[in-house]
C-alpha cells in the first residue's frame, strides 16, 4: 500500500496517475477528481508492442487527457460587433437611466457581466442580442464588403453561394 501524494490517506487498492497543474503525481480515487488522469490501474492496455503507451507501474493503462472544447468568442457572434460596443452599451444605458445592475435584471444577467462589458469584453451571441433588445440598439456593423454586383446591378453569386446551392439539391 501507499500514500496519496495530494491528501496523504493511505490508498487501498491501485493508485491513480493525475496531472495537477502541471506536476505529476499519485493519487487516491477521492484525489484524481483534482486533476486529469494520465493512468489508471487495470485494463489490460499495456500489451507488448502498444505504441506510444508508456507506464510509470505495471498494471496501468495510459488515459489521453479530456481536451476542453475551446471557446472563440468571436465564433459566437452573428456579425462583426462595433469596435466601441463598450462604450454604445454604456452611453445608450445612461440616456435610459438605468444603472449596471437595473439593466442586469432586465435581461436576467450579473451586474458583474455588465460591469465587464462595458470594460471591453465583448459579449456572447445571445447576451449582445438582450442587450441591443433592452437598450434598442444595434451593436454588429451591417459591412456590404465582399458583395459583388453584375452588370445589371444584381448580386453576383460567390463560389460559396454556388457550393450551397448544390449542397442543397
Known sequence: ??????????????????????????VCSNCAKLGTEIQR???????????????????FR???????????????????????????????RMSKGLSQKELAMQIKEKEGLIKKIEKGMIPED????????????KLTE????????GPKGGIEPTLGDVMKIKKGK
Open 41 to 59: 490501474p487495470g485494463m489490460d492496455a499495456i500489451k507488448k508492442g502498444s505504441p506510444g503507451m508508456v507506464s510509470a507501474k505495471p498494471g
Open 1 to 26: 500500500m501507499s500514500e496519496c501524494e495530494v491528501c496523504g490517506c493511505i490508498i487501498r487498492g491501485k493508485p491513480i496517475l493525475v496531472q495537477i497543474g502541471g506536476a505529476k503525481m499519485w
Open 62 to 92: 495510459s488515459v489521453s487527457p479530456q481536451k476542453k472544447k475551446s471557446r472563440d468568442v468571436f465564433d459566437m457572434i452573428d456579425g462583426e460587433i462595433d469596435e466601441d460596443f463598450s462604450d454604445i452599451i454604456r452611453d445608450a
Open 142 to 149: 451591417s459591412s456590404d464588403v465582399g458583395v459583388k454586383t
Open 126 to 137: 445571445s447576451v449582445r442580442k438582450k442587450i441591443e433588445e433592452a437598450l434598442s440598439i
